[in-house]
């Protein structure tokens, strides 16, 4: 129902490797977010911006970095995969008005062997 | 500490049956209150939002109260269907920044059964 995408949906992966987790939005909006999260746990926000050329980290430290140059677009890259990186990552968006509800995708699980 | 807390943790009913799951929160100050249902392997999908000013508020079967004095909310699912069967998280949103920060619960898992 949300015009959100995320590729791959699963990767698996050997250690040490470089990745990139793709995330695009139709729906025009400014803000986008990447979560992680671990199975029966909280959602954690690892990265946010509010737009191009906007990126922030976010409340649980991660090894990974993100980049903005168009507004539908925001890839989520890790230099060097380590089983520690292992996990579920949610990406997101949502419009510029406070109440508005965060559109999600539908996830890649990652794993790093 | 900001914290949204949810019980119970997993819950098992037959279909038809009717359920109430309850959040907790100490988060200050207070924006809004959501309720997001994920399926597994899939992404959270919006069911409700309320302000401060809402004490209630219906999606389909879903019907979420809000009590910002007690800092509790509930979400009540009526003559539920196997397709409920789904984590169903709590997030709560501080006025602190524009952004306008999201706490999250770890959700209730619900399973309907036939």
């Known amino acids: 129902e949300a015009d959100i995408y995320q590729t791959p949906r699963y990767l698996v992966i050997g250690t040490g ?18 979560y992680q999260q671990d199975p029966g746990m909280e959602l954690h926000l690892i990265h946010y911006s509010y737009g191009v050329n906007s990126t922030e980290k ?3 430290s991660s090894e990974s970095t993100v980049s903005r140059i168009r507004t539908e677009h925001f890839p989520l890259t890790l230099e060097s995969a380590r089983p520690s990186h292992t996990s579920q990552y949610l990406c997101a968006s949502s419009g510029d008005r406070e109440n508005q509800p965060q559109h999600f995708g539908d996830g890649t699980r990652l794993s790093i062997l | 500490k900001n914290q949204v807390e949810q019980s119970p943790q997993s819950l098992i009913i037959l279909e038809g049956k009717n359920c109430t799951l309850q959040c907790n929160y100490t988060v200050s100050p207070f924006s809004n209150l959501r309720w997001y249902k994920q399926d597994t392997g899939r992404g959270p999908v919006s069911l409700t939002i309320m302000t401060f000013s809402e004490n209630t508020k219906s999606n389909g079967r879903y019907t979420a109260t809000l009590d910002a004095d007690t800092k509790q909310s509930s979400l009540h699912i009526t003559a539920s269907q196997l397709s409920d069967s789904a984590s169903y998280i709590c997030v709560v949103s501080d006025r602190g920044s524009t952004l306008g920060r999201l706490y999250f619960g770890r959700g209730t898992q619900l399973t309907v059964w036939p």
Do not use: F
């Open chain 1, 58 to 60: 976010g409340d649980l």
């Open chain 1, 17 to 34: 490797k470089k990745i990139t987790l793709e995330c695009s939005q139709t729906m025009g909006h400014d803000k986008m977010y990447w």
